[in-house]
């Protein structure tokens, strides 16, 4: 059987999902497909690294500091989120946290991650074999959430965040060939998204990027009914949704540390539900 994963993201949030990759490390669970979103996509990188607790640190040490996200980083730079710190600087080989890039290429798992393209809106699936190493444009560009990043360039387009374009893509790992699949939410299951802080944001870049803006303005209903979808084929033994009861306060963008450790080891808790799901049978 293919079994699959996919980590939806949610900025800050993120750190429940990399507890729940961690449950995996420790227990060896492998995953044959992964699909990353956002901080999500950094999650799963080191998750095929095997690099166990490295996005703890990213998101309760480093993201603490201003130079990953502050104020001060918006109005010098335009960017709240220092993309070029988070997957250069703390990142690259040379790095204070260096992604052990051998192992997650030589790691048979099949893994991709979704961006959006900022001038058609369209979704965009980098695989991790178009990653250099050293490079890590492709995560920035998943991760690049409008007005709060400017969108991130590959090759010559550039990218935004890629949860405006799908931000649950559940069928889309079944069209692959996926045969179950670990679904990890950042938010309560049974929360239905709001447009939040989405319209504000849309209305940053709507000149610019329009059809983008667009994508923002209705990311709410496409996260609610893809959950939905999720659901169904949870029923049939096919999904296994892991979210947590609640955030602990945490916020994209923002989490005292005391409140990111206790997202996390929820994680970790509920990491241990998938051992059983994988060895189930849905037949």
């Known amino acids: 059987m293919k079994i699959g994963v996919i980590d939806v993201g949610g900025g800050y949030r993120g750190i429940y999902a990399a507890g729940v990759l961690d449950c995996c490390m420790k227990n060896n669970v492998k995953f044959d497909f992964g699909i990353g979103i956002s ?16 996005n703890f640190k990213f ?3 480093y ?3 201003k130079e990953y996200a502050s104020l001060s980083n918006f109005i ?16 690259n ?14 790691n048979p798992m099949e893994l991709h ?31 690049a959430i409008p007005f709060v990043c400017q969108p991130q360039a590959v090759g010559g387009d550039v990218y935004f965040d890629g949860a405006l374009a799908d931000p649950v893509p559940i069928e889309k790992a079944f069209e ?16 239905i998204r709001q447009v939040g802080h989405d319209d504000f944001l849309a209305d940053r870049i709507i000149r610019k990027y329009p ?53 996390y080891e929820k994680g970790l808790r509920d990491g241990e539900k998938i051992t059983d799901f994988i060895n189930s049978s849905v037949f």
């Open 76 to 91: 010098k730079k335009k960017n709240f989120l220092d993309l070029d710190y988070i997957y250069s600087t703390l990142s």
């Open 211 to 263: 059809r983008a803006a667009g994508q923002l303005l209705t990311k709410a209903d496409r996260y609610n009914e893809e959950v939905a979808i999720a659901k169904e084929y949870a029923k049939q033994g096919k999904v296994l949704i892991i979210a947590p009861d609640d955030t602990c306060e945490v916020t994209t963008i923002k989490g005292k540390k005391e409140n990111l450790v206790r997202l």
């Open 39 to 54: 901080a999500g996509a950094a999650n799963l990188i080191s998750y095929a690294a095997g690099q166990q607790k490295r």
């Open 93 to 106: 080989s040379d790095g204070e946290n260096p992604l052990d890039y051998e192992a997650a290429m030589a």
């Open 113 to 143: 991650f979704l961006a959006t393209h900022a001038l058609t809106g369209d979704v965009k699936y980098f695989s991790k074999e178009e990653i250099p190493k050293d490079d890590y444009s492709i995560l920035k560009a998943s991760c």
């Open 63 to 65: 993201g603490l500091r």
């Open 59 to 61: 998101y309760s040490e």
């Open 176 to 191: 692959m060939g996926c045969d179950k699949v670990v679904l990890i939410l950042t938010r309560p299951e049974n929360e």
